[in-house]
């Protein structure tokens, strides 16, 4: 349960988005609701319920820059709100909360349309539950990818993140570099099977160099930059995606039986 004072929440409509945290991380007239120290159990998608209804989506965390290391998070208002008194809301789960990287310079500057980063959230919607997709189009930095995925890994806690694009051997692919330096433990079966299907299309897949692992809670995988790359890497490790992420996030129950053993 978390404990949440609407007192500050002033009128925001559904639909509209409203930050949660202490009383001293945001600016004065900012509509926002105070959270007990709970709510660092909270992560993107995850809903806040009261008496069987959901409240608020959890969108996003982020770092309070009024703050030094203060936590707030971003909801979507999903029904009314009460404008006063303090409520002990539910946490729920439904499904995985998944967010897309897409890495292109043409796309950051809006030369290109982002149709990898799209496909990426319908099949993985279509294969799993998924709580919420956040999509994110950036230049080919590595700078920028490295700190946007421990972001999305540490501070807004998504559980599934996918790269796509900058996987080659041009100057400015750094997909794999900024993965391998932020990544603790790296997933070579998943690398090994999008290689594997891959190949089984073009030898010119031997160059990709995609890496996968996981951060925190989180899993990140990187997949080549065309629609139809995209779509045969994430046919590759769609299988064990979601078994791998509740094996992360602490499932003891027995491998073996997942199996049929």
């Known amino acids: 349960m978390i404990k949440c004072d609407f007192s500050s929440s002033g009128s925001v409509r559904v639909g509209g988005r409203i930050y949660l945290g202490g009383a001293d991380v945001f600016p004065e007239g900012c509509p926002y609701i105070k959270v007990s120290l709970e709510a660092s159990k909270l992560r993107a998608g995850m809903k806040l319920c009261s008496e069987g209804t959901d409240l608020m989506r959890i969108v996003s965390g982020s770092w309070a820059d009024q703050v030094p290391g203060a936590k707030t998070w971003v909801a979507e208002v999903l029904e009314p709100l009460p404008n006063s008194g303090s409520l002990d809301l539910k946490t729920e789960r439904s499904g995985f909360s998944v967010a897309y990287v897409t890495l292109s310079d043409k796309g950051a500057r809006g030369e290109r349309k982002d149709t990898g980063g799209p496909l990426i959230a319908q099949i993985v919607s279509d294969t799993m539950a998924v709580s919420i997709v956040h999509g994110f189009l950036i230049p080919d930095e590595y700078g920028d990818l490295k700190s946007l995925l421990m972001n999305l890994a540490y501070t807004s806690k998504f559980d599934i993140i996918i790269t796509t694009g900058g996987t080659g051997v041009g100057p400015r692919d750094v997909s ?3 993965t391998l330096a932020v990544i603790e433990k790296r997933l070579p079966g998943f690398e090994r099977a999008i290689t594997t299907a891959g190949l089984e299309k073009t030898p ?32 590759a490790i769609l299988p064990a995606l979601k078994h791998a992420v509740e094996k992360l996030q602490g499932d003891l129950s027995d491998c073996a039986k997942t199996r049929g053993v």
């Open 176 to 178: 794999p570099e900024a």
């Open 204 to 235: 010119h897949s031997m160059i990709s160099r995609g890496v996968a692992g996981t951060l925190g809670e989180s899993i990140i995988v990187n997949v080549p930059g065309s629609p139809k790359a995209v779509k045969e890497s994430l046919e």
